[in-house]
Nanobody
Framework: QVQLVESGGGLVQAGGSLRLSCVVS????????MVWFRQAPGKEREFVAAIRWSGGGTYYGDSVKGRFTISRDNAKNTVYLQMNSLKPEDTAVYYC????????????????WGQGTQVTVSS
């Protein structure tokens, strides 16, 4: 079992920044995909960013490329999502997810989820 706990959400003005954290515990292996999704009211869960627990390449959804950065600190068992130049359309509940490979961008493929953290960007 893998447990994920997100934190760091909040209210921020457009153009501001937030850093989300996802603390990981349980049986997780180096090649697991660690992914951030988000879900706005009335919309499907959307892929935001991904990284493998062992490191390597990072992957981003088109709407956040150049503004968001995913990283991980294995010593702290934490995955981060640094969000810069935030826009009102980034408002959503942000979820951390994990799963064995291959790395998917479809939320339905993921078995392990955190509880989510709300991000609200005001205009």
């Amino acid at each position: 079992q893998v447990q994920l706990v997100e934190s760091g959400g909040g209210l921020v003005q457009a153009g501001g920044s937030l850093r989300l954290s996802c603390v990981v515990s349980g049986r997780i292996f180096g090649n697991y995909a660690m992914v951030w999704f988000r879900q706005a009211p009335g919309k499907e869960r959307e892929f935001v960013a991904a990284i493998r627990w062992s490191g390597g390449g990072t992957y981003y959804g088109d709407s956040v490329k150049g503004r968001f950065t995913i990283s991980r600190d294995n010593a702290k068992n934490t995955v981060y999502l640094q969000m810069n130049s935030l826009k009102p359309e980034d408002t959503a509940v942000y979820y951390c997810a994990a799963d064995p490979p291959p790395l998917h961008t479809d939320a339905h493929e993921y078995d392990y989820w955190g509880q989510g953290t709300q991000v609200t960007v005001s205009s």
